[in-house]
């Protein structure tokens, strides 16, 4: 059986919604989510100090989930935009490099390579590789925790060995993995995730984790009103300070409705212990690589479940027909890169199994 319950969200009936890792269905609470944040937005300023409360309440419930104090949470709109604040506040020098694998996301590797930063790609599945490539111009291990393409888990301990060997920073996207399995950021100097997957949220807003231990003296290279300190009427001809938290990732206005609803979402994902949901997801992503296996359908994924994320990946030169061919069966999974990825969260069951493979093997014979 399902560890969520499926009714409670906006899933068309008689669909299989296994695209997790694309999006998540939406809530039905977070329907009313939205209208209690559009009730506050209409009541004046009594109602923007409730949406202000909201933004730091979130703060406070992302730290928990990531097990690291609330001083070190901000927002930002999207791990890409966060990852550029990152890329650009920087004092990059001609000979500084970054590793990267070549397979990374492009969230994570735009900002850099756009900046001209020198990229050396390495598989990140292989921590030693890592080490050997690193010297003492490397100035970032960047990885996502999962893969988004075959769903590669990465040793995140050993990547933070390598970094530290040459005094790099590690930086992590761990959007393919908050949700399902339990974090702990403080591993990394900075990190990021996206909400609108597996932490059920929307887009609008994403996580922007500081390290302040590890990286005390960082600062953005811009600001905005809402990143600095300031009293009623702020004096320019002084120098602006900084917000001394993470608060400082987010120049302007928060993404205030998507705040309420991944409020609405952490309500529903509180009710379960972070590594019952990976166990039961992991249960599925066994099933279904076994039956794969059976089927004599090759997959990019890992089989070993301490090895692999919430996700099974399969390289198909027809995949976006593919997977238009499973969801006229039935099966909403998604594509992109190349390949067929079926994802599963806690509103998925074994019983689901049996369409998934049914609407696969009839859409790759089409």
Known sequence: MSLFDPTDFMIPPGLV?????GETPVLHAQAMALSRH????????AGRAKLDAEVER????????????????GLVSSVAEGMSMLVESLDWRPGDNVLIDRNEYASVVAPLSVKGVELRFVTMADPDAVAAAADARTRMVAVSAVSYLDARRHDLVALRAAADGVGAMLVVDFTQGSGWMPIEASIADFAFSACYKWMLGITGTA????????????????????SIVTGPRPDYAAP???RPDAGRFTRGNPAHAPCYALHAAMDHHERFDRAAVQAHVQALTVALLARLDAAGIPSITPPDPRQHGASVCIAHERASRVV???AARGVLAW??????RISFHGYNDLSQIDPIMAALTAALSD
Do not use: F
Request: aromatic fraction near 10%; include cysteine.
């Open 240 to 242: 602006l300070a900084l």
């Open 335 to 340: 594509n992109g890169r190349g390949r067929i």
């Open 17 to 21: 919604h296994v695209c997790a890792a």
């Open 58 to 73: 979130l703060r406070a419930r992302l730290a928990r989930e990531w097990s690291v104090p609330v001083e070190g949470i």
């Open 324 to 326: 238009e061919g499973m």
């Open 38 to 45: 559009a009730l506050d937005k209409s009541t004046g300023p």
């Open 207 to 226: 996580i922007a984790y500081w390290n302040q231990a590890r990286q005390r003296s960082w600062a953005p290279a811009t600001a905005g009103w809402y």
